[in-house]
C-alpha cells in the first residue's frame, strides 16, 4: 500500500460525512430564516420576534461551568423521539389558568441568546425546558405567596430542604452563596432562611445570573403557525 | 520489504534492539504519567459516582461538585490516560513496524512534558469551575491548541518513519494507526475550531459536540486499540492475519461508516436537518460491522495456531480487550435502534456505560496488553511478578464487567421510567440509584486493580524489573516468575 492512495481514501471517505454532517448543517443553521407571520393563521403580520428576558448568556456560563447539563437536558423531544410532550408539565402546562394546553415542542428559537444548547446527557433530573413555568404555577397553587426566584434559591442552597424533594440527588450549590453580617438593615436579597440574628445568606452574582437564567426556562411561548405542530383544536376535541 | 527480508537475522535483532532504545524514554514518559493520569481519572469517578447515590457525601466542597468532578474525570481519562497511552503504543509500534530507529526522542519527550502540564491546568480549570460546558471539551478554551501542538509534535515522526520505511510493504496495524493519526487532527481542529472560533447556531454547536465525542472514539481510540490487536496477534502467536481482504474490508468499512455517526444523541432536537439524528444512529448501529469483522479476523489469528499457546499478559488482555470490542458492537446496535432502543437510551446513564466500555473496556485493555509486550522489550528487564499482573488483570475485567452491564442495563431500566410518563418523575431518579451504587463499587475495584498496574510499572520505570530469564507468563507462576511470589 502507498501512502498516497491511502490518504486519498481517508480524505474522501472522511471528508464527505464531515462536509455533509458538520460543514453544510453548519454553515446552514448558522443564520435561520426569520419566520413571516401571516394575517389568516397568526393574527398579525411581521416577522417572530421569539422573546427571552433574563441574564441569558452569564447564567448559561454559570450553569455550564457547574455540569448542569450532566443531569439536566432542555428540550421537549416530538412523540416520534419519547414521551416528553406527554409527561406532566414538561413540555408546558397542560391547564395554564390563562392559555389553556401550553405545551410544544422545543423549536430552535428557544435558544436565542447562548452559545451552546445545553440538551444535556441524561435525566437524572427533571428537563428544565418549562422549570420557570412550573415554579410559577407551583407559587399560584399555594395562592400566589411567593416567589418563583425564591424557590430556586432555595433549592439551589439545598435541594433536599423541601420535603416534597428530600430524595434529590442534586447537588447543593452552598458555594454560590455568601454569609454576612447583619449591619443596619438586613438586606433585601437575603434568603428566607439560613440566617440567624447576626447573618444573612446572600446569593453570589453567579447565583443571582443562574437564577434569572432558570427564570427564562420557559419554552412554551406562543409559536407563529409555522411552528406550531399541535393538532388542530377541533380535532382534538372530537377524540 | 527487500532490504529488510534479506538482512540476517543479528541484524535484524540490532535494529529492534536499536528502535528500543531510541524510544526507551519518550515511551516510557508516556505510559507511566499516562497510568498515573488513569488512577486520578478512576477516583475522581469514585467521587463522582458516591454522588450519584449518596448527594451528601462531601457536599460542602465546591472543588468536589459533581458537575466539576465528573467532567474533570472523563477528560482525564481521554486526555491524560488515553492519549497518552495511545501515544506511548502507537509511537513504538509505527517505529517497529516501519524498522526505522527514532531520531526525535528529545523532542516527543518535551512535547509530552508540555502535553502533562496542559491537561493538568485544564484539569484545575474544570475543578475551579472554568470548565466549558461542552462534554469531552471542558478545559477551558486555552487549552486546546496547546494539546493540538504537542499531539503534532508526537506523532509527525510516526508518520515521517511510515513515509520513510523501506519498501511498499505496510502492515494492517499500520492502516488503522495511520488512519487514527490523520482522523484525530481533523475532528479535534473541526470541533474545536468550530465551537471555540466560529459562532453558529447554539443547536448546531451541540450538535458538532455529539459528532466530535463520537468520532474521537471511533477514529482515534478504537482504530488505536484494533491497530495493537492487530499487531500483537500474529507476534504472539507466530501466525499470520487470515485474511488480508477480510482486514481490508474492516479498516475501509469503518473508514467510510465512523464519521457519520455521534449526532443520534440530538434526536428529536429542532436541527435544521432533523435526519441528522436518525442518520448518525443508523451509521452507530452499522458500526457493528466494522467491529465485529476486526474481532473474527484477530481472533482466527489467535486461534489458528495448534499448539498450546503460553498464556502471556499481553495475550490475556488483548483477549479480553477483543471481547470488549464485541460487545461494544453489540452495544452499539442495541442502543441506538431508531424507533425503539434510541429514545430509551438517549439520556439515560447507558451513554456512559457505553462510553466506558469504548475507552476502558476496549481501549484501556488492548493498551495494558501492549504494555505487557512493550515494556519488557524497551526495559531489558522482565515484568517482576505474575501474580501483580492476575491482580490487575481480574480486578479490571469484573470491574469493567460490572460497570458495562450496570450502566447499559441501567440505562434501559430508566430510560422506561422516563417514558412511562404517568408514573411520577421520582421513580426515575429512585431506578437509577442501585446501577450508581454498583457503579461505585466497580471503580473502586478498577482503582484497586490499577494500583497494582502502577506500581509493577513504576518498578520497571526503575530498573527494578527481572534482570533474565524466561518473560512473565500467567500459568507457570511458579516455574519462572519472581522472587516476588515465592
Redesign the interface.
Known amino acids: 500500500m502507498s501512502l498516497r492512495p491511502f490518504i486519498l481514501g481517508l480524505a474522501a471517505s472522511f471528508g464527505l460525512a464531515w462536509l455533509l454532517v458538520v460543514i453544510v448543517p453548519f454553515i446552514m443553521m448558522r443564520n435561520l430564516e426569520p419566520i413571516t407571520l401571516t394575517k389568516e393563521t397568526d393574527g398579525a403580520a411581521g416577522i417572530f420576534y421569539p422573546k427571552r428576558s433574563g441574564r441569558i448568556i452569564n447564567g448559561a456560563k454559570v450553569y455550564a461551568e457547574n455540569g448542569c447539563y450532566l443531569c439536566h437536558t432542555q428540550v421537549a423531544r416530538p412523540t416520534y423521539a419519547g414521551n416528553d410532550m406527554y409527561r406532566a408539565d414538561l413540555a408546558g402546562l397542560a391547564k395554564d389558568p390563562e392559555r389553556g394546553d401550553t405545551r410544544r415542542e422545543t423549536n430552535a428559537y428557544d435558544f436565542e441568546g447562548e452559545t451552546f444548547a445545553q440538551i444535556g446527557l441524561t435525566r437524572m433530573g427533571p428537563d428544565l425546558a418549562n422549570v420557570a413555568r412550573r415554579f410559577e404555577a407551583a407559587v399560584a397553587a399555594k395562592g400566589g405567596g411567593g416567589d418563583p426566584a425564591a424557590m430556586f434559591y432555595a433549592h439551589l442552597y439545598d435541594p433536599r430542604r423541601n420535603p416534597e424533594t428530600r430524595k434529590s440527588t442534586c447537588p447543593s450549590y452552598r458555594f454560590l452563596f455568601t454569609r454576612r453580617e447583619i449591619k443596619g438593615q438586613p438586606s433585601n436579597e437575603a434568603l428566607p432562611f439560613g440566617g440567624d440574628a447576626t447573618t444573612e445568606l446572600l446569593p453570589s452574582p453567579d447565583a443571582k445570573a443562574l437564577v434569572s437564567y432558570l427564570l427564562a426556562m420557559k419554552k412554551d411561548q406562543p409559536v407563529p403557525a409555522a411552528l406550531n405542530f399541535a393538532p388542530p383544536e377541533p380535532k382534538a376535541a372530537a377524540r | 520489504m527487500s532490504s529488510a527480508s534479506s538482512a540476517t537475522a543479528l541484524s535484524d535483532a540490532t535494529l529492534r534492539a536499536g528502535i528500543d532504545r531510541s524510544l526507551r524514554h519518550p515511551v516510557m514518559f508516556f505510559l507511566t504519567s499516562g497510568a498515573a493520569w488513569l488512577a486520578v481519572s478512576i477516583l475522581l469517578a469514585i467521587i463522582a459516582s458516591i454522588?450519584?447515590?449518596c448527594?451528601q457525601f462531601m457536599?460542602?466542597c465546591?472543588y468536589a461538585?459533581?458537575?466539576?468532578v465528573?467532567?474533570a474525570h472523563i477528560n482525564t481519562l481521554i486526555y491524560g490516560w488515553g492519549f497518552q497511552a495511545g501515544f506511548g503504543v502507537l509511537i513504538w509500534l509505527m517505529a517497529r513496524m516501519s524498522h526505522q530507529e527514532c531520531r526525535a526522542a528529545g523532542t516527543i519527550l518535551t512535547a509530552g512534558h508540555v502535553w502533562n502540564l496542559v491537561v493538568l491546568l485544564g484539569t484545575i480549570g474544570i475543578l475551579d469551575?472554568?470548565?466549558?460546558?461542552?462534554?469531552w471539551m471542558e478545559f477551558p478554551a486555552f487549552v486546546w491548541p496547546g494539546l493540538l501542538l504537542c499531539y503534532c509534535a508526537i506523532v509527525v515522526w510516526s508518520f515521517i518513519q511510515?513515509?520513510v520505511r523501506d519498501g511498499?510493504r505496510?502492515y494492517v496495524a499500520q492502516?488503522y494507526l495511520?488512519?487514527a493519526m490523520?482522523?484525530f487532527p481533523?475532528v479535534f481542529i473541526?470541533a474545536n475550531g468550530?465551537?471555540f472560533c466560529?459562532?453558529?447556531?447554539?443547536?448546531?454547536?451541540?450538535?458538532?459536540?455529539a459528532?466530535f465525542k463520537s468520532a474521537l472514539i471511533f477514529?482515534f481510540f478504537i482504530p488505536i486499540a484494533i491497530g495493537t490487536a492487530y499487531y500483537l496477534a500474529p507476534k504472539l502467536t507466530g501466525r499470520p492475519i487470515p485474511s488480508t481482504s477480510l482486514a481490508k474490508l474492516g479498516f475501509?468499512s469503518l473508514?467510510?461508516v465512523a464519521?457519520?455517526a455521534g449526532?443520534q444523541?440530538?434526536?428529536?432536537?429542532?436541527?435544521?436537518?432533523v435526519f441528522?439524528p436518525y442518520?448518525?444512529a443508523a451509521a452507530t448501529v452499522l458500526l457493528a460491522v466494522p467491529l465485529a469483522i476486526a474481532v473474527a479476523n484477530i481472533l482466527r489469528t489467535i486461534y489458528s495456531s495448534e499448539e498450546k499457546l503460553p498464556k502471556s499478559p499481553a495475550l490475556h488482555f488483548t483477549l479480553a480487550g477483543l471481547m470488549g470490542l464485541l460487545l461494544l458492537a453489540v452495544a452499539a446496535i442495541a442502543l441506538n435502534l431508531p424507533g425503539s432502543s434510541?429514545?430509551l437510551t438517549?439520556?439515560?446513564?447507558s451513554?456512559?456505560g457505553f462510553e466506558i466500555l469504548a475507552l476502558y473496556g476496549c481501549f484501556s485493555f488492548m493498551m495494558f496488553g501492549a504494555v505487557y509486550f512493550i515494556v519488557p522489550r524497551i526495559t531489558c528487564r522482565e515484568w517482576v511478578s505474575s501474580r501483580l499482573i492476575n491482580m490487575h488483570f481480574f480486578f479490571s475485567a469484573y470491574g469493567i464487567v460490572a460497570i458495562a452491564f450496570g450502566a447499559l442495563f441501567g440505562g434501559f431500566i430508566?430510560g422506561s421510567a422516563?417514558?412511562?410518563?404517568l408514573q411520577p418523575?421520582?421513580t426515575?431518579?429512585?431506578v437509577?440509584?442501585p446501577y450508581a451504587a454498583v457503579s461505585t463499587f466497580a471503580w473502586c475495584v478498577i482503582l484497586f486493580s490499577n494500583v497494582f498496574f502502577f506500581l509493577h510499572l513504576a518498578m520497571m520505570w526503575l530498573g527494578r524489573g527481572r534482570p533474565c530469564g524466561a518473560p512473565t507468563l500467567l500459568d507457570s507462576a511458579a516455574e519462572h516468575a519472581a522472587p516476588a511470589s515465592h
Do not use: C
Open positions: 454522588k450519584v447515590h448527594p457536599d460542602d465546591e461538585s459533581y458537575g466539576r465528573f467532567p469551575g472554568r470548565g466549558t460546558g461542552m462534554p511510515f513515509r511498499e505496510s492502516w495511520l488512519g490523520i482522523w481533523w473541526t468550530l465551537l466560529a459562532s453558529t447556531h447554539p443547536l448546531m454547536a451541540a450538535a458538532i459536540n459528532w477514529l475501509w473508514a467510510v464519521p457519520w449526532m444523541k440530538l434526536a428529536g432536537v429542532p436541527l435544521t436537518g441528522l442518520l448518525g434510541l429514545k438517549q439520556f439515560s446513564i451513554g456512559y430508566q422516563q417514558e412511562a410518563w418523575w421520582e426515575v431518579t429512585d437509577v440509584r
